[in-house]
């Protein structure tokens, strides 16, 4: 069993800056990547940014949100956090965790999904 428990969303107005946080907790062998979705009603949900485990650390963010946005990772304790500045009115939605991982139950890696938290941007 593997759980993301997302913290941080709420009501932020245009131009200011909230930090989102995600933890993962389980039967967690290795973790692949950590990142960040997002969904509005009627729309697919989309790629915010994501962050590999890798030796740098490499980064992916969608390019609605680059010099905005800033994924990063705390290995130690299996988290991920989504710091967001200059938010914009647009950026109101529910915003996601996920992590590509392997537990110890399994042969693979599979992803996994947090329940979600609210953003909502006021003009």
């Known amino acids: 069993q593997v759980q993301l428990a997302e913290s941080g969303g709420g009501l932020v107005q245009a131009g200011g800056s909230l930090r989102l946080s995600c933890a993962a907790s389980?039967?967690?062998?290795?973790?692949?990547?950590m990142g960040w979705y997002r969904q509005v009603p009627g729309k697919q949900r989309e790629l915010v940014a994501d962050i590999i485990s890798d030796s740098r650390g490499s980064t992916n963010y969608a390019d609605s949100v680059k010099g905005r946005f800033t994924i990063s990772r705390d290995y130690a304790k299996n988290m991920v956090y989504l710091q967001m500045n200059n938010l914009k009115p647009e950026d109101t939605a529910v915003y996601y965790c996920?992590?590509?991982?392997?537990?110890?139950?399994?042969?693979?890696?599979?992803?996994?999904w947090g329940q979600g938290t609210q953003v909502t941007v006021s003009s």
């Open positions: 996920t992590a590509n991982l392997l537990i110890s139950s399994a042969w693979r890696y599979g992803d996994y």
């Open positions: 389980g039967s967690i062998v290795r973790i692949n990547t």
